[in-house]
Nanobody, 118 residues
Framework: QVQLVESGGGLVQAGDSLRLSCAVSGRTSSPYDLAWFRQAPGKGRLFVAGINRSDGSTVYADSVKGRFTISRDNANNTVALQMNTLKPEDTAVYYC???????????WGQGTQVTVSL
């Protein structure tokens, strides 16, 4: 089992930056792909960014490319999401996720709220 705990959400203005962090605990000896998802009010949960367990390669949703950066610290079992030039449409609950396989993410955090005002 793996536990994920997000932190760093809050209320910011458009154009500001925010850094989310996710602490991974439990069975951390096994390698996992890690990712961030988000869910805006009344909408489904969407992929934001992911980072590979082996080579650290990253992938981003088109909506955040060039503004968000995902990174991981394997020594400290954390994954971060640096969010720059935030927009009101980035407002959502952000979730950290992990997967041991190659398809769906089976471990999820409880989410952290990010609100971007004009």
């Amino acid at each position: 089992q793996v536990q994920l705990v997000e932190s760093g959400g809050g209320l910011v203005q458009a154009g500001d930056s925010l850094r989310l962090s996710c602490a991974v605990s439990g069975r951390t000896s096994s390698p996992y792909d890690l990712a961030w998802f988000r869910q805006a009010p009344g909408k489904g949960r969407l992929f934001v960014a992911g980072i590979n367990r082996s080579d650290g390669s990253t992938v981003y949703a088109d909506s955040v490319k060039g503004r968000f950066t995902i990174s991981r610290d394997n020594a400290n079992n954390t994954v971060a999401l640096q969010m720059n030039t935030l927009k009101p449409e980035d407002t959502a609950v952000y979730y950290c996720a992990a997967r041991s396989g190659i398809y769906s993410y089976e471990y999820w955090g409880q989410g952290t709220q990010v609100t971007v005002s004009l």
